[in-house]
């Protein structure tokens, strides 16, 4: 295996985001996982062809999946082409699994994928451990940010 030289980081390119996450539940912890896929999914995601506002992650017997994800065909992949819905299978340490398997079975817990990423060629996922905000905690968040608006506004006109 090629070591990276000194003060080399890792090439990130985003593919897509899921910005209602923030919106609309608490994040309480991020956690990193690689996805099993096979190859029209991969040029599929180069070409940034997916949506995540509808996906969520899982912990069956022991592994866990992602539901959800939509990654649309690839044109050119012909009879070879994946499905557009399926669940794939998320690559966890067993130490992560097993944290966030107990984590998940208590009340009010969910994961959901925030992000999804090429990190030095390789698939990953950046998922978060989450609960649903209420309705006073997003009116709350809004006042939140729109008074730290208001106040870089000021500090602005003062400079």
């Known amino acids: 295996m ?25 994040i309480h912890e991020r956690v990193e996982a690689g996805v099993v896929l096979v190859g029209s999914e991969v040029k599929s995601l180069r070409d940034a062809k997916v949506t995540m506002s509808d996906g969520w992650a899982e912990i069956r017997k022991g592994e866990a999946w992602i539901e959800g994800l ?8 012909n009879r070879w082409n994946h499905e557009v819905k ?15 398997a107990v984590r998940t079975q208590q009340k009010g817990y969910t994961l959901i994928p925030l992000s999804i ?43």
């Open 86 to 100: 399926r669940s794939r299978k998320l690559l966890l340490h067993k130490a992560e699994l097993a944290k966030l």
């Open 2 to 26: 090629k070591k990276a030289p000194a003060g080399a980081t890792d090439e990130i390119k985003v593919v897509a985001q899921n910005r209602k996450v923030s919106h609309e539940y608490f």
């Open 70 to 77: 939509q990654i649309n065909e690839y044109p050119w992949a």
């Open 117 to 159: 990423y090429f990190k030095n060629g390789k698939v990953k996922v950046e998922l978060a451990l989450c609960t649903h905000k209420k309705m006073h905690d997003k009116r709350d968040a809004k006042r939140e940010a729109d008074d730290q608006r208001e106040i870089d506004r000021a500090m602005k006109r003062h400079r």
